[in-house]
């Protein structure tokens, strides 16, 4: 058992992976490093030929879903959570830090101090060759204590160390600190990307979706845990759009004992709840598989036909990838 029960018992996520499983005919499943990138390193604009390209070459009969856990704290979760899309084989991409400094040591004390921070090597080198991904979760900025310079040094340290065991060729900023000024990781400015073959995928930039969803400060009294249900997130998805799911897997565990925080007031957390109490969670996504049900049937007997409007989109792309 962890030292502190998780916020969200793991069968909720491990119930979506099964949707995307079940459903594989209506979703496919990318890693960042699937997508069409090219030559394409325009993070401040969001990598306009990228999006281009995966508008042109999608099919307008499939959820394109790209997953993305930020390992945090408590890593050891976001391992068990990789065994748990083994299974299923559904891949996704892990953002690890190089170092990873305590927080609350730096809020308490003022102090710098790098906390442990387990990396399951072996099994992220199995899931990489299968098609699952490594990327870098910048902290350079916190362990900067947000010097530009000294920033931007660690950055491309801890870069060059973490391509020592995986191919790096994503990053997304932490959250982490605030400075006095407000700034955070994201704040950083990075080296040269495209000499590092590295781009920005997320926080500050990022690739372009259609919906993002993310369990980011779950707890947090600045959002409203009414709004954070997956479930609803994707029983919303359209057929020819490309969505980001988020997680931090530190929230999830198979130990759960409902003390939730903030989150455990929502209604569709206590329904959640509910149902693994009474030993009905494999109910927990009953009715977004009904839905998906009902629209597999309308995609097998519906014929395919762009419109108007999609087919004026299509051709502007196209007009702009000529130029």
């Known amino acids: 058992?962890?030292?502190?029960?998780?916020?969200i018992p793991l069968c909720y996520y491990t119930g979506f992976l099964e949707l995307l499983r079940e459903f594989d005919d209506i979703?496919?499943?990318?890693t960042f490093r699937d997508l069409k990138w090219g030559r394409d390193f325009n993070h401040e604009e969001c990598?306009?030929?990228?999006?281009?390209?995966?508008?042109?070459?999608?099919?307008p009969r499939k959820i394109t879903v790209v997953i993305q856990h930020d390992v945090d704290s408590r890593p050891e979760r976001s391992w068990l959570a990789a065994r748990e899309e083994e299974k299923l084989n559904i891949p996704s991409?892990?953002?690890?830090?190089?170092?990873?400094?305590?927080?609350?040591?730096?809020?308490?004390?003022?102090?710098?101090?790098?906390?442990?921070?387990?990396v399951d090597y072996d099994l992220l080198h199995k899931l990489t060759a299968k098609g699952w991904d490594v990327g870098y979760?910048?902290?350079?900025?916190d362990l900067a204590l947000f010097d530009d310079d000294l920033a931007k040094r660690i950055f491309l340290r801890d870069v060059?160390?973490?391509?020592?065991?995986?191919?790096?060729?994503?990053?997304?900023?932490?959250?982490?600190?605030?400075?006095?000024?407000?700034?955070?990781?994201?704040?950083?400015t990075p080296?040269?990307?495209?000499?590092?073959?590295?781009?920005?995928?997320?926080?500050?930039?990022?690739?372009?979706?259609?919906?993002?969803?993310s369990d980011g400060g779950i707890n947090s009294p600045k959002r409203d845990p009414g709004n954070r249900d997956l479930r609803l997130f994707v029983a919303g998805m359209e057929p020819g759009r490309r969505y980001r799911i988020l997680t931090h897997p530190q929230y999830y565990d198979h130990e759960f004992d409902g003390n939730s925080g903030r989150i455990g007031e929502a209604s569709w957390f206590r329904d959640v709840e509910n149902l693994v109490n009474s030993g009905k969670s494999d109910e927990i996504w009953k009715d977004v598989r009904d839905n998906f049900?009902?629209?597999?049937?309308?995609?097998?007997?519906?014929?395919?036909?762009?419109?108007?409007?999609?087919?004026?989109?299509?051709?502007?792309?196209?007009?702009?990838?000529?130029?």
């Open 137 to 141: 979760h910048t902290n350079a900025m």
């Open 93 to 118: 991409t892990f953002m690890i830090f190089n170092n990873r400094i305590g927080r609350k040591v730096y809020e308490k004390e003022g102090r710098m101090e790098y906390t442990g921070y387990f």
């Open 160 to 188: 060059r160390e973490l391509r020592e065991s995986f191919d790096i060729r994503f990053f997304s900023p932490h959250g982490g600190l605030r400075s006095p000024t407000g700034r955070t990781n994201n704040c950083i």
């Open 1 to 7: 058992m962890q030292s502190q029960s998780a916020y």
């Open 293 to 323: 049900s009902v629209m597999r049937e309308k995609l097998r007997v519906k014929p395919f036909s762009l419109g108007k409007a999609t087919a004026r989109k299509f051709l502007g792309i196209v007009k702009r990838i000529k130029k």
């Open 191 to 213: 080296p040269d990307l495209e000499k590092l073959d590295l781009r920005w995928v997320h926080n500050r930039f990022a690739a372009r979706f259609h919906g993002q969803w």
């Open 27 to 30: 979703f496919e499943v990318k």
């Open 47 to 59: 990598y306009p030929s990228e999006w281009a390209k995966w508008n042109l070459t999608s099919s």
